[in-house]
């Protein structure tokens, strides 16, 4: 079982930047591909980054490519999620997820889940 738990969610104007970290306890975390993904209003839930157990290798959305950055801590049971050059469509709940597998980005090859953090652009 690993428990994760999401913070630095907030309200931002467009151009800013946030910082998300994903605090993670349970089983080796080490053990696990993280990911984070996204879900606004009436919409799926999208994938936006992953990276590898190690955190030697990392995937992005095209949409977030270039602007957010994703990496881990394994000292710290932390994953985080930089976003930079925020933009209005970037409002979500964003989640972060444990995977047995690496680069996954389809939600069903994720097995934990924390309870998600609110961001919000504005124009």
């Known amino acids: 079982q690993v428990q994760l738990v999401e913070s630095g969610g907030g309200l931002v104007q467009a151009g800013g930047s946030l910082r998300l970290s994903c605090a993670a306890t349970g089983r080796t975390f080490s053990s696990y591909g993280m990911g984070w993904f996204r879900q606004a209003p009436g919409k799926e839930r999208e994938f936006v980054a992953a990276i590898s157990w190690g955190g030697g290798s990392t995937w992005y959305a095209y949409s977030v490519k270039g602007r957010f950055t994703i990496s881990r801590d394994n000292a710290k049971n932390t994953v985080y999620l930089q976003m930079n050059s925020l933009r209005p469509e970037d409002t979500a709940v964003y989640y972060c997820?444990?995977?047995?597998?690496?680069?996954?980005?389809?939600?069903?090859?994720?097995?934990?889940w924390g309870q998600g953090t609110q961001v919000t652009v504005s124009s």
């Open positions: 997820a444990a995977s047995p597998a690496t680069g996954a980005k389809l939600v069903l090859e994720y097995d934990y």
